[in-house]
């Protein structure tokens, strides 16, 4: 999305916010959320970093420092963010469920059944008892009487699958909540961005030290 708005679309304001609150949202709550870490020297963590809150730098850049005066202009005409911006953003993210679905489920079903050691976003967060969505979700879904009192998840079952969609798109509307506001203020789009590479930070000493 963000290099369909550089190089194919860069005056299509619902574009630009759909990304920006995408990108400030879901995407930059994943640092807490999946505990990414500023680990230089593991591959696979600082992966995942950069994947997780690059795209918000990328937008943050875009917003405040743009590069030219048609981008400029771009951002003036598009005016300030509001509630309303919201629904181009969920269409986006409903377009994304559906692919990484069938991505998932059709396309490579067959090589994720074979190798259990094979992770998806699915099967990290049916297996991470520890993590604060796995705990949430599985309280709320045991309390309402989707699962049983005893019931755990299971990332092969379809009650699962249904549950893991539903609390994605929740997650992404209320993880973008906070990006409505920084779009209009650059202080505070400081303050979160700064928060946001903190806690990564802090998660990199903290994996480190338990390994010591």
């Known amino acids: 999305m963000c290099i369909l708005q550089l190089y194919a679309f860069p005056f299509n304001c619902a574009l630009l916010k759909s990304n920006f609150l995408l990108t400030n949202g ?3 709550f994943a640092v807490p959320v999946w505990r990414n870490s500023l680990v230089f020297h593991d591959l696979e963590k600082i992966t995942s970093l950069y994947i997780h809150i690059y795209p918000g730098l990328l937008l943050y850049a875009l917003r405040w420092y743009p590069s030219s005066a048609s981008a400029a202009a771009t951002l003036e005409a598009c005016g300030p963010m509001c509630v309303n911006d919201l629904l181009p953003a969920a269409v986006v993210y409903l377009v994304w469920q559906l692919m990484y679905y069938i991505k998932i489920e059709i396309v490579d079903r067959a090589r994720l059944d074979a190798d259990p050691s094979l992770q998806t976003s699915l099967r990290w967060l049916a297996k991470d008892q520890k993590n604060v969505l796995h705990r949430l979700v599985l309280k709320v879904t045991r309390a309402v009487g989707v699962l049983a009192p005893e019931e755990s998840f299971d990332h092969r079952s379809h ?20 990006a409505l506001v920084t779009y209009d203020s650059f202080s505070w789009h400081v303050v979160y961005g700064l928060g946001m590479f903190t806690v990564a930070v802090f998660n990199g000493v903290s994996r480190r030290s338990s390994f010591d």
């Open 159 to 178: 009650k699962t699958k249904a549950i893991f969609v539903l609390t994605q798109f929740v997650y992404t509307l209320l993880t973008c909540l906070p």
């Open 26 to 28: 879901p995407l930059a």
